[in-house]
C-alpha cells in the first residue's frame, strides 16, 4: 500500500514570496491534515478535512495561508505572502477518520524563508 | 499553553537497557495517547497508543504506561536496539478531536 506522497520535499523562498504544497493521502482514507513542524516543537495542526469540508482551521493563518481538497483526494496548501517564521516542515497525514485511527504522515516538505 | 510536556529533550541509553520516554499532559479531558517516531528526514510514524480507559498497553518490545491520577504518560523500550535511535513524540487527543503533540525526544541507543 503507498503512502502519503508529498512534494516538494525542500522548498527555499524569500520572504513575500508565494508558495504552495501538495499532497496525495492513503487511498481510501477520507479523512487529511496538514501540520506545521518547527524546528524543536512537535507537530501542529494548521487544518483537518474529512473527505472536501473543513472540519477544523482553527489554527490556520488565513490571512496568508489556505487549503483545499478538491473531490476529497489531493490537497493543496499555500502560503502567500510568506514570512521569516514560516520556515519549518509542513506535514500532511491521512487517516480513515474514525475516532482512534491512526494518522499515517508524509514525509514532509521543508520550507526556508530568507 | 502546552498541553503535552516532553520535559527531557534528549535520553542515552546502551543496547540491549530499557529506555523510558516520559510525557506529562495538563488537560484531564484527553481520552487518547499515542506514541510516533520519528527519523530525520521522515515523517512521524505510528508506534502504539493507548485509550484513558486503560494503564497498560504492550507491543513487542514497546510498552506504554498509563497513570490518570498523575496524569504522566511512559513508553518503555526492551531491549533498546540502535535502530530505535529517533525522535519520539508524545501526543493526546480528546475522542475525535486533533491531536496535540508534545516537543519530542531525541532518543540515542549506543551499540
Known amino acids: 500500500e503507498a503512502g502519503v506522497a508529498q512534494s516538494p520535499r525542500y522548498k527555499i523562498i524569500e520572504k513575500r514570496q508565494s508558495v504552495a504544497f501538495w499532497c496525495n493521502p492513503i487511498?481510501?482514507?477520507?479523512?487529511l491534515y496538514w501540520y506545521q513542524q518547527i524546528l524543536g516543537q512537535g507537530p501542529k495542526l494548521l487544518i483537518q478535512?474529512?473527505?472536501?469540508?473543513?472540519?477544523?482551521d482553527s489554527q490556520l493563518p488565513k490571512d496568508r495561508f489556505s487549503a483545499e481538497r478538491l473531490k476529497g483526494v489531493d490537497s493543496t496548501l499555500k502560503i502567500q505572502p510568506a514570512k521569516l517564521e514560516d520556515s519549518a516542515v509542513y506535514l500532511c497525514?491521512?487517516?480513515?477518520?474514525?475516532?482512534?485511527?491512526?494518522?499515517?504522515f508524509g514525509p514532509g516538505t521543508r520550507l526556508l524563508v530568507l | 499553553d502546552q498541553q503535552v510536556k516532553q520535559n527531557s529533550p534528549s535520553l542515552s541509553v546502551q543496547e540491549g537497557r530499557i529506555s523510558i520516554l516520559n510525557c506529562d499532559y495538563t488537560?484531564?479531558?484527553?481520552?487518547?495517547f499515542l506514541w510516533y517516531k520519528k527519523y530525520p528526514a521522515e515523517g512521524p510514524t505510528f508506534l502504539i497508543s493507548?485509550?484513558?480507559?486503560?494503564d497498560k498497553n504492550e507491543d513487542g518490545r514497546f510498552t506504554v504506561f498509563l497513570n490518570k491520577s498523575a496524569k504522566h504518560l511512559s513508553l518503555h523500550i526492551v531491549p533498546s536496539q540502535p535502530g530505535d535511535s529517533a525522535v519520539y513524540f508524545c501526543?493526546?487527543?480528546?475522542?475525535?478531536?486533533?491531536?496535540?503533540f508534545g516537543k519530542g525526544t531525541l532518543l540515542t541507543v549506543n551499540p
Open positions: 497525514a491521512s487517516s480513515g477518520g474514525t475516532v482512534q485511527e491512526t494518522q499515517y
Open positions: 488537560n484531564s479531558m484527553f481520552d487518547y
Open positions: 487511498s481510501g482514507h477520507a479523512t
Open positions: 501526543a493526546a487527543k480528546i475522542s475525535n478531536y486533533k491531536l496535540t
Open positions: 493507548i485509550s484513558s480507559i486503560k
Open positions: 478535512f474529512q473527505n472536501n469540508g473543513v472540519v477544523d
